[in-house]
């Protein structure tokens, strides 16, 4: 069973950055397909990036040029940087492991395991 423990949100003004973590346990989780999801008050919840094992990367169109996503596989580690925060990347952020699959990594439904979330707020 893999555990996912996220961490690293808080409030930041509008322009500013956070960076979040999440540790997963288990002795295969450098194998998985890692993920940041995020969901607003009243809104589904939305992919924001995916990295593979292997390090192919993804990224919805909103957070390019903005968010980076990066995985420590020694430590069983993803980051998500968020730069140039704007008030509508306000949200519980969600990491996520897929073991395996074949469809898209931008949806939720393709995960095995998920945290419990992270908020982060973005005031204007």
């Known amino acids: 069973q893999v555990q996912l423990v996220e961490s690293g949100g808080g409030l930041v003004q509008a322009g500013g950055s956070l960076r979040l973590s999440c540790g997963a346990s288990?002795?295969?989780?450098?194998?998985?397909?890692m993920a940041w999801f995020r969901q607003a008050p009243g809104k589904e919840r939305e992919f924001v990036a995916a990295?593979?094992?292997?390090?192919?990367?993804y990224y919805q169109d909103s957070v390019k040029g903005r968010f980076t996503i990066s995985r420590d596989n020694a430590n069983n580690t993803v980051y998500l940087q968020m730069n140039s925060l704007k008030p509508e990347d306000t949200g519980v952020y969600y990491c996520?492991?897929?073991?395996?699959?074949?469809?898209?990594?931008?949806?939720?439904?393709?995960?095995?395991?998920w945290g419990r979330g992270t908020q982060v707020t973005v005031s204007s």
């Open positions: 996520a492991a897929r073991i395996l699959g074949i469809g898209s990594v931008r949806s939720g439904t393709e995960y095995d395991y």
């Open positions: 288990g002795p295969t989780s450098s194998t998985y397909t």
């Open positions: 990295i593979s094992w292997s390090g192919l990367i």
